[in-house]
């Protein structure tokens, strides 16, 4: 019984975040309610079944949710009608951070506890690791360093190409993003800790938009950084917040907006359109938007790893 408890508190402490101290980044962005209504209980469970924290999701080819967890199984598989599939990824994971899908339905996700990525098959197969678990420290070619430090959250382009962001703990994590080829052959990296543009203090998500350029959310700078994917500085953007995280669509970004407890709407140039939810424990709140995924019926998740909660809000 010891040990199980031992494992349970274990569990529970890697699945909490870093509530900062700065009373600025807590406080929510002023802007119209957004047309969503949030569903009570979106992905029941089987009974008796309990998966831990969600720390991002994200959709396959088929329209299947898949869901990243922080306990025993790294991830959940949903069909096109929320109901659940299976579980796969057993002790992958210390705690789980940041997750996406490729063209060929191979998941990218990480470790931000033990600092290494892994590419798996549908099937649940390691495919490429990039980093060694349980090793923080520095990618650096010249001594022959091959560590990650804290990696956040991942995005393929298109012709492969990996980039990392990472850095999770102020002071104790390099903020800054690498890039890789499809083999996972290092190419460039660029950034850490700063805040001046071109730097980060907690590079926590990152997507691509329809002109190939990195949205990367600078979460303590209150910023996005947008970048070409040789690393030159395009633009930022201001925000009232933490900005976590962000998945960028045909028509809209939304972006999860920490500790706010805020699901944001924004336009293609990251202008505030619309925002829902607050900081709360009921349906449709959060303790902290974590992470955001948009399905194919236009459904948006949240994921919620203070609550140990997904979040699902479609329009009213």
Request: glycine share 12%; net charge positive; aromatic share 10%.
């Amino acid at each position: 019984m010891r040990t199980l408890c031992a494992a349970a508190l274990l569990i529970a402490t890697f699945a909490l975040a870093q509530k900062p101290e700065d009373p600025r980044l807590l406080i929510p962005t002023k802007a119209p309610a957004m047309n969503v209504v949030a569903v009570p209980n979106p992905l029941p469970l089987p009974p008796g079944m309990d998966l831990g924290a969600p720390a991002a999701s994200a959709y396959d080819s088929h329209g299947h949710h898949i869901v990243l967890f922080r306990g025993r199984y790294a991830f959940a598989e949903f069909d096109e009608n929320d109901k659940f599939i299976r579980v796969f990824g057993e002790g992958l994971f210390t705690r789980a951070h940041g997750l996406k899908i490729d063209k060929d339905d191979n998941m990218w996700a990480g470790d931000v506890t033990d600092s290494y990525v892994v590419k798996v098959n549908p099937q649940g197969k390691v495919l490429m690791t990039i980093g060694t678990r349980g090793k923080r420290g520095d990618w650096n070619e010249a001594t022959g360093s091959h560590l990650l430090s804290e990696p956040n959250d991942y995005a393929i382009g298109r012709n492969g190409d990996i980039f990392i962001v990472q850095g999770h703990s102020f002071g104790k994590g390099d903020s800054r993003v690498l890039k890789f080829d499809k083999n996972g052959k290092f190419i460039k990296t660029w950034g850490g800790i700063g805040t001046e543009p071109g730097k980060f203090v907690v590079a926590h998500g990152i997507d691509i938009d329809a002109h190939g350029r990195l949205w990367i959310a600078d979460r303590e700078n209150q910023r996005i950084q947008v970048f070409n994917q040789d690393g030159k500085f395009v633009r930022q953007m201001k925000y009232v917040g933490l900005p976590c995280n962000m998945v960028i669509g045909k028509q809209y970004v939304y972006m999860a907006n920490g500790f706010t407890g805020q699901l944001l709407q924004l336009d293609l140039n990251g202008k505030v359109l619309a925002a829902a939810g607050k900081v709360g424990t009921g349906t449709g709140e959060f303790e902290e938007a974590h992470s955001v995924a948009v399905g194919p019926k236009g459904e948006i998740w949240v994921a919620d790893t203070i609550r140990s909660a997904i979040q699902k809000f479609v329009k009213k």
